[in-house]
Each structure stands twice: as C-alpha cells, then as structure tokens.
C-alpha cells in the first residue's frame, strides 16, 4: 500500500513538472539578463537575477514599453473591459434570463438548447460580422466595443451556468415568499439570487478569465501597429513575441508574467469556484 | 389567483427580455450578415463564393491540416488528462490538493501566454528542450521552423493547453462515484479490475462524453496557438479553418469569400454538436433535460 502511494505520487510528480516546467522557464527567463538569456548550454536558475525585465529600460536595444511595466496600460484595458463584460453578462442578462428560464417559461428545452449552442459557438466564424457591425458604430479600438463584442460569449455561458444553479433552488422557498407578498421581481433578486451567490461568483470569475485571455476579437478589433487605444494585454504580448522573436526574451517573458498572474491567483485562491465552473456546473466536491 | 398567474407570466417575459435582445444582436444580425455578404456581390444573389471552395487549394489544405490537428490533439489530451484523473484519483496520500491545483494551472493561462512559453521552450538556439533531448544523444531539429515537424509541435503545445479540462471533468466524475459501491463490490467478491469495468466506467461515461464534445469544439476554435507560434507557416503549413478564414478576411480583404467559409465552419461545428448531443446523453449530465422538464 505504501509503495503504491509512493508510485502515484512519482507519477503526479511528474506530471506536476510536466504542467509546471513551462511556467518555470518563463519565470527563470524573465530574470536572466539578456546575455544569460542566450547562452549555451542554458542555465536553469538565472546566473545573474535581475528584475530589468519587468521595469527598467536599460538594456540598449529596449525601450520603456518593452520591458512588462509598458504593459500596464494595456493590462488596465484588459481588466476594465473583463470587469464591465462579466458583471452585464452576469447580472443584467445572464441572471434574470436563467431565472425566468428555470420559473416562468414552461417550453424551455429549444431557449436552453439554444444558449447551450450560443456558449460553443466558435469565435471565428463571427469575427467578420462582429468587426463590421463594430465598424459601423464606430467603435473599433474602443474598450466599449470589444466589451459589447465579449457579451457574445459571456451571457450564454452565465445564462447557462445560473440556470443550473437556479435549478437547484427548492421551490418551497419561492413559493414561500410570494404567501409572504413578494412580487416575482423581489422574490427573484431579494431571494433566489442571493441563494445562488456562489453561482454568480463561479460566472463572474469565469466570464474575466475568457474576457481577458481572449485574442481573437481583441486581435481583430484592437490591433494597432503601435498599440494604443483599447488594445488588450494579449494583442500587446502578441504582437511582441511576433515582432521581438529572437530578441528582447526576457522583458516578453516578463510581460507574460503579468498577464498570467490574475489567472495563476485565482487558480489558487478560488479554485472551489473554478471547478465548479470548468466542469459546466455538472459536479460538486472536486 | 388569476391576477397572481398574469404576474407571473408578466415577470417571465420581463426577465427574459435581456436575452431575447442578445440573441438578436449577437446572433440574428451577424447571422444576416454572413448570409447576406456570402451570398451576394454588388446586390446581386450569387453562389459563386461557394463554388470557388472546392477548387481552393488552400481552403482544402486548411480542412486536412484541421482534422489531423483535431484528432491528434482530442486524442493526445484524452490520454493525458484521463491518466492524471485516474492516478490523482487512486492516490490517497497528503498532496492530493497540492496536485489538483498544477493539474489545473493551464486552464487559467492565456493561450497567448502558453504561445509564448512554447516559443521559449522550442527554440532551436538556447531552448530547454533541445538541450534536455541532447541529453539522450539526439539532437531536437527548428520544431517551428520545419514544415513537417511545427504542425506536431502545436500539438503538443496544443495538448498541453487543453488536457487540463478533461482531467477536471474526468477527476470530477470519479470523485462522483459512491464509494460505497467500491465497498459493496469487493464484499461481494469482485477483484480490482472487474469493479473498474462495471463500476467506474458507466460511472464515468457520460462526463467523458461531455468532456469530449466541449473540448472538441474547444480545439476546432483554436487560434492564438497558430497566430503566436508559426502564423501559419513555414509557408502555410499549420494553417488551419479558423486562421484561414482569418487570413481571408483580414489579410486578403474578401469580405465575401470570408463570410461564406465562416458559414462553412458553421456548418461544421453545428452539425459535430447536433450529432453527439443525438447521440449521447450529454444533454441529460449537463442538467438540460432536467431543467427543461423542473
């Protein structure tokens, strides 16, 4: 019995290293010094620690914005335009959607099917209606724009999501609070929806992490070749690695740093919520 | 009673109003769009964009080259994070937690990100891995630079990314499974493997499926791996559907011939769900069944 949980843990040790080697590297890159950064054979802890990468713009062939502290303003539209998509996403559609879904629509297979679809569809076949209705209104490069463009995934899954979480409500309770006087709006946001808090916060957590890894809509509708505007922490790494190849490794290392750390702190503070939401509400206790 | 009832129906349409104006600006309208855009040119109705397909040499290429991403991906990730549920699950000592949470850490980084740490990973000039193949005597070739070997490459990369998720809904799965069945079974005399065979694999069944299906989709959708690592190159050897109609549409300007692919792989990913939701019970796990009829 022992040396089987000796075996076991070897084999997840391994595969621990197997998911964690790749961050490592980042990590260790992006505090080697340039020269270290090319060397050969490569060092696995950095020769020289230093933190240039993240905030100093001394190494010659780099400027401010190519250490990681030039993408901070980028990292702000990134975080303001995932905010504001899965708070609406959450509370001004997905929320009072489910709801009536789960209480007061009696058809609600084909509504249900339907969000369920929505939630998959793939981001490339809309980009090109989504970037000209964008277009049209003007609000190319606009973090309003891309925050309206990311309702597109984010309601359907929240929609969805809540319904699960809805569903689980007794009836007993609502139906407890209308005898009371309740209309069916208090009984909706003064009673179910703080019963499915844990829900709203599984959405709001999910709906920020796709917000902010998301690349496509951002690359179509942000992209700038000098990055200004709304563009996303993403666009900004992107079009870094595309144009610093073979370069400035270690400020891109640093920058991949930042914008993996909201992502990397949730894993570890909130992963109840995570699981939860990963698995589409399908499971509890992992 | 009645006045009760006629409020209620009144709240529902109220409540559901938010997303009845979503689906008609994030689906009907779009959906107008590519319909109207792939199907005319100068205001006239022509099939003309869907009749180039077949003879679109890189459209074709872009079609192989993404069933053999997908099947290799699914399949390489499946092995992956069904081992690791399996082991995690059979390991019973302290650091259960402690697993779980780096068998989880990809799911929260951005493909970006991931595309970035690849890139360093690779690299033919000072990256870790040719130096640890050297090790075994073998020298590792320019992964990203070879029209044979970037497609594998981002594979694996891609494997990497999205095994995750399978671990998590599989893991979830078997934690599912009331031990007391486990119990019950070897009471009865059953040995280890046939208690795996009759217990855990029905056990499991449905949420492998759903796993399947949305991680299926999840790879179709891939992109920022492609755009980061090779931008579909040496040449356009890593081009796949989702970055082609990309290329057509923003690099090529044609409109027209990019609203028509994008209806194609409409077509495609609409029908891969439509056949396994038929066909397996996802929609009773994922509780759609039973919300339809709650």
């Not at chain 1, 790749?22 to 340039?34: C, F, R």
């Not at chain 1, 599984?202 to 890894?213: A, D």
């Not at chain 2, 409540?15 to 008609?24: A, D, E, G, R």
Request: aromatic fraction near 16%; charge should be positive; charged fraction near 10%.
């Amino acid at each position: 019995m022992k040396g089987t949980t000796l075996l076991l843990a070897a084999l997840l040790a391994a595969m621990a290293l197997f998911y964690a080697f790749p961050l490592y590297w980042t990590l260790v890159t992006s505090l080697k010094t340039n020269l270290d950064v090319f060397s050969y054979p490569p060092s696995f802890l950095p020769p020289h620690p230093t933190l240039s990468n993240f905030y100093s713009a001394e190494q010659s062939a780099q400027t401010v914005t190519q250490t990681a502290i030039g993408s901070l303003p980028w990292m702000l539209n990134s975080s303001l335009i995932a905010l504001m998509s899965s708070l609406i996403s959450t509370f001004a559609i997905g929320a009072p959607s489910a709801y009536a879904l789960t209480r007061h629509i009696k058809r609600r297979i084909w509504p249900a099917r339907m969000i369920l679809f929505m939630t998959m569809l793939p981001e490339a076949a809309f980009v090109v209606p989504y970037y000209i209705i964008t277009r049209n209104l003007l609000l190319l490069n606009n973090w309003f724009g891309l925050m309206l463009v990311y309702l597109s995934f984010t309601a359907p899954f929240a929609t969805w999501l809540l319904m699960g979480f809805f569903n689980a409500i007794p009836m007993s309770i609502e139906e407890a609070s209308q005898i009371d006087g309740l209309s069916p709006f208090e009984t909706f946001y003064k009673i179910s929806l703080k019963i499915v808090i844990p829900g709203v916060i599984t959405v709001l957590i999910l709906n920020f992490i796709s917000c902010w890894n998301e690349f496509l809509y951002a690359l179509t509708m942000t992209y700038t070749p000098f990055p200004s505007g709304a563009q996303t922490v993403q666009v900004f790494m992107a079009g870094f690695v595309v144009i610093e190849k073979g370069v400035a490794w270690g400020g891109l290392a640093a920058a991949g740093i930042f914008a993996m750390l909201p992502g990397i702190l949730l894993a570890v503070l909130a992963q109840k919520y995570l699981t939860r939401g990963f698995t589409w509400g399908g499971t509890k206790g992992v | 009673m009645t006045l009760q009832s006629t409020l209620h129906r009144k709240a529902g349409l109220i409540l559901i109003t938010p997303i009845m104006v979503y689906f008609l600006v994030f689906f009907a309208y779009p959906m107008y769009i590519l319909f109207y855009d792939a199907f005319t040119r100068g205001g006239r109705f022509t099939t003309a964009e869907f009749s180039k397909m077949p003879q679109d040499p890189l459209l074709l290429h872009s079609l192989t080259n993404t069933l053999y991403y997908f099947v290799a991906t699914v399949a390489l990730e499946f092995l992956i994070g069904f081992g690791a549920a399996l082991v995690l699950y059979w390991y019973m000592g302290r650091l259960k937690r402690v697993f779980q949470t780096f068998l989880i850490l990809p799911l929260v980084i951005s493909p970006v990100a991931i595309s970035l740490m690849w890139v360093l990973l690779l690299s033919p000039t000072f990256g870790p891995v040719d130096y640890i193949l050297g090790f075994f005597g073998l020298h590792s070739p320019n992964w990203l630079g070879s029209t044979s070997l970037a497609m594998p490459a981002i594979i694996f990369a891609s494997s990497w990314e999205y095994s995750p998720f399978i671990f998590l809904v599989v893991y979830a799965a078997l934690l599912s499974v009331p031990r007391q069945l486990y119990e019950a079974a070897s009471i009865d005399g059953m040995g280890r493997w046939a208690a795996f065979r009759h217990i855990t694999v029905p056990g499991i069944r449905a949420a492998a499926v759903v796993g399947f299906v949305l991680e299926s989709v999840g790879v179709m959708k891939s992109f920022a791996l492609i755009y980061v690592l090779t931008n579909g190159g040496p040449g356009n050897a890593t081009y796949i559907l989702g970055f082609y109609i990309y290329q057509v549409a923003f690099s090529f300007f044609e409109t027209h011939y990019a609203a028509a692919l994008s209806l194609l792989f409409l077509a495609i990913v609409t029908s891969f769900v439509a056949f396994v939701l038929k066909f397996t019970s996802v929609e009773k796990y994922l509780g759609l069944k039973g919300v339809a009829q709650g």
